[in-house]
């Protein structure tokens, strides 16, 4: 049975417990995507904390895929001492470190001709893609942005995977433990995923395995560009809504996400982290069961290697609980440790109740991600 305070192993990944921080986009790289000292100082505070594996804010591939202001980027070499040096201090604390790649597509905060967007491009180094479209699987509107996408071309698709795969490469040898490709929450591989984003009629679209291809490309360039044993983590949604489950209305249902799960796995995914549609969860749903913990484990009874399951966790007993009873690896939490960075910690010395977080939301809102119980 297997307790929280055990370690977790992915690949060449040993963590001292099998507790995750969740991906969070902080906002507070430069406009360039180049990492602060502002940003380390947080995942210190949190290796500090006792986590076991810090998953970074999202890490843009390619310049044209930047999804926010003050996201981190991983598009570039020139940026390798700063990197190191948040794998050496991340380390020097006890934790692992995984960089979370993504490219951001329609969901993009930033539009192609916001002159915000049009500065990170200009500060970009010399071989950062000049390029500010927007690409994506077809030229739909995002209901979320309301930004219409160029429509990837074959030259389009070839290259993001392919920055992948050198963005991977950049985070084995900068040191960090582990890449996570996001193809989740509506980016630009969950929008392929989806038949609601993605209409095309050639082998990019149409089935699930055509609509799988670019995040399959994706997760075998990354691992054609790494160490066998080096860990390639994929977040996918358990599925696209939580009202459809099934996928009846034309989203992305659980069957299918289990089936291209199998498919990253084949293609070189070392583990899988679980999430979903996070934004329809209601702040009262916190005191109940984590979001997506039945989804994650049917996938840990499928599925041969480590799933990872995200949202929803506050309470310690339910975590040791789950932990225990379904297969799954490891938790990953979010907002609870922005509110208290040391949880781990006050668990492991035995004040085992639930995070004072209340999942109002409001850390979302602002840079640096405050919490309101901590000023």
Not at 226 to 253: E, W, Y
């Amino acid at each position: 049975m297997k307790s929280p305070f055990d370690e977790l192993r992915i690949g060449s990944l040993t963590a001292r417990n099998s507790f995750v921080r969740a991906a969070t986009a902080e906002s507070l790289a430069m406009p360039s995507g180049r990492p602060t000292e502002e940003l380390l100082g947080k995942y210190v505070e949190l290796a500090e904390g006792g986590v076991g594996t810090i998953i970074t804010g999202y890490a843009y591939v390619t310049v044209d895929g930047k999804p926010s202001e003050g996201a981190l980027g991983i598009y570039d070499d020139a940026f390798a001492d700063d990197y190191r040096r948040f794998a050496d201090c991340v380390h020097a604390h006890g934790a692992r470190l995984v960089l979370q790649l993504v490219y951001g597509g329609s969901k993009s905060k930033v539009a192609p001709d916001d002159p915000r967007r049009l500065a990170s491009a200009a500060q970009a180094p010399s071989n950062g893609m000049p390029n500010v479209q927007i690409a994506g699987p077809s030229p739909l509107e995002n209901p979320k942005t309301h930004l219409v996408p160029v429509e990837a071309t074959y030259d389009d698709l070839a290259r993001i995977s392919h920055a992948f795969g050198r963005a991977a490469a950049r985070a084995q040898a900068y040191g960090f433990d582990g890449v996570e490709i996001h193809a989740a929450h509506g980016y630009l591989l969950s929008q392929f995923l989806s038949p609601r984003f993605n209409v095309r009629e050639d082998e990019y679209g149409g089935t699930l395995e055509n609509r799988a291809r670019l995040a399959l490309e994706c997760v075998h360039a990354a691992r054609e560009a790494t160490d066998p044993d080096f860990p390639i983590l994929v977040k996918v949604n358990s599925c696209d809504d939580l009202d459809d489950p099934a996928g009846a209305q034309g989203s992305l249902g659980e069957d299918e996400s289990a089936r291209v799960c199998t498919w990253l796995i084949d293609a070189g995914a070392s583990a899988i982290d679980v999430s979903g549609d996070w934004h329809a969860i209601r702040s009262r749903d916190i005191k109940g069961d984590p979001f997506f913990a039945r989804f994650g484990a049917r996938l840990a009874s499928e599925l041969d290697v480590p799933v990872i399951v995200t949202g929803g966790w506050r309470r310690f007993d339910l975590i040791e609980e789950h932990l225990a009873a379904d297969g799954i690896a490891a938790v990953a939490l979010c907002r609870p440790f922005i509110c208290e960075p040391g949880l781990v910690n006050r668990w492991l010395s035995g004040d085992t109740t639930p995070s004072i977080c209340t999942g109002c939301g409001r850390c979302a809102q602002q840079a640096g991600i405050p919490c309101i119980l901590r000023q």
